[in-house]
């Protein structure tokens, strides 16, 4: 869902501040910068 998510943000328009990352926890972490340079970050927990 997450990857889903901040390709749709690229496909509109927003930078990417760092693309989808798995961290050690389990959570998968991105983030966006939208057209108005606000940070849009993203996090999908592990659901295993």
Not at 8 to 21: D, N, Q, S, W
């Given at each position: 869902?997450?990857?889903?998510?901040?390709?749709?943000?690229?496909?509109?328009g927003?930078?990417?501040?760092?693309?989808?990352?798995?961290?050690?926890?389990?959570?998968?972490?991105?983030?966006?910068?939208?057209p108005?340079?606000?940070?849009?970050?993203?996090?999908?927990?592990?659901?295993?």
């Amino acid at each position: 869902m997450a990857q889903d998510t901040f390709d749709r943000f690229i496909a509109l328009g927003a930078e990417a501040k760092y693309g989808p990352t798995r961290k050690p926890w389990g959570a998968l972490l991105t983030a966006v910068l939208d057209p108005a340079a606000n940070v849009v970050g993203l996090t999908q927990r592990d659901t295993a």
